[in-house]
């Protein structure tokens, strides 16, 4: 039995790179998982077949974010899904893991980019947590997927920074409006990962990948399985006593 037997999870971006492993990894610790897409169905269905394959248990939710009301159609979703299947209303472990970024500095953002970043990098995790606390368990756990980018100077990717940074102080403050309910509430912050938002200058590009393998200690790039890990231990009983933290997952990138 795993440590997770009998939760049920949300996983928003669940469908590729990071989110992806860990929708997988949460359910092979026998969590009942709800993998969150916005619109690449199948994607989706190929990572909700591959945790029924190995014996897990996983469903699709599709909502758009940084829209009007996407908190709301996202918890409808899921509650349809658990009725659908007969689970248990509510939810045990909220994973905001979806983000988007773009590569630009203070000269070459513009509003709409600004705004778009916010909307689904700040806004939408920040109301997926309103509309979710009645259905969130007492004892539950809240992880919120941050960047590297907070701890150092990152200038040609200056907004997708803040919003991670913003995502942080969030984090930090809802660990002490949740103690009493024994919700953790912690962040955990990736380096450079190999994931399909970093195919374009990272993928099939040995002198790129090389001068990124130098930034972590382990002289290597991250992959998805490394961050999924830390969060599954954000997720699991065992953090119950680690709470308001940003865990560190870049491998020791620049130190």
Known sequence: MGPLEGKTALVTGGSRGIGRAIAQRLAADGALVAVHYGNNEAAVKQTVESIAAVGGRAFAVQADLGVPGDADTLWS???????????PAGVDIIVNNVGIGDFA????????????????NVKAPFFIVQKGLPRLR???RIVNVSSGVTRVAYPEKIAYAMTKGAI???GLALAKALGARRITV??????????????????DKPEARAAAAVYSV?????????????????????????????LDATGGSQL
């Open 77 to 87: 979703q899921f509650d349809s899904g658990l009725k659908e299947l007969g689970a």
């Open 168 to 170: 942080n102080t969030f």
């Open 105 to 120: 500095d203070i000269e070459t953002l513009t509003p709409e980019q600004f705004d778009r970043l916010f909307a689904v």
């Open 138 to 140: 007492d004892g539950g």
């Open 186 to 203: 912690n962040s955990v912050s990736p380096g450079i990962i190999d994931t399909d938002m970093n195919a374009d200058w990272l993928r």
């Open 218 to 246: 382990f002289g290597r790039v991250g992959e998805p399985d490394d961050v999924a890990d830390v969060v599954a231990f954000a997720a699991s009983p065992a953090s119950r006593w680690v709470t308001g933290q940003n």
